[in-house]
């Protein structure tokens, strides 16, 4: 239940973009990913319950980078992961030590275009039991 005087609206008319990653002839292949360079190219180990995690990294460079049209990460942007472990969320915020990073085909990327809606609200209510029917982040 909102509290009163909030607003309920649908994901489209809060103002939340869902963008999808890349699937098309330019998706790296195995052969493609490196263990450091340009740009972080996400993995489901990276995204988990209790946000990113990076003991585990795969890079494209700068030129598979630009090849591809969908799935680049702003700051500010939270992930979810769609497929393998469904539910994950993260926050791109300042703390992640990744300037350029890609989501992989089983990811897609919330962002907000409306300023009443923060990214940093936008992540809590994606990690609250509201959203995660019960299996809230581990503390």
Known sequence: MAPKGWDRRTLES???????GDRGKEYP???????SGYCLFLS???VTKNGFK?????FIDKEKHQKLRKGHV??????LTTRGSVGQFAHYDSSVPYDVIRINSGMVVLDSNNAELT?????TLCRSEVISRGN????
Request: hydrophobic content about 35%; aromatic content about 14%; charged content about 25%.
């Open 136 to 139: 809230p982040p581990e503390k």
């Open 74 to 79: 702003k700051r500010g942007s939270i992930v």
């Open 44 to 46: 489901a180990k990276n």
């Open 54 to 58: 990076f003991t585990q990294v795969q």
């Open 14 to 20: 809060a103002g939340i973009i869902v963008i999808d």
């Open 119 to 123: 990214p940093e609200f936008l992540y």
């Open 29 to 35: 292949k195995e052969s493609e990913f490196y263990s």
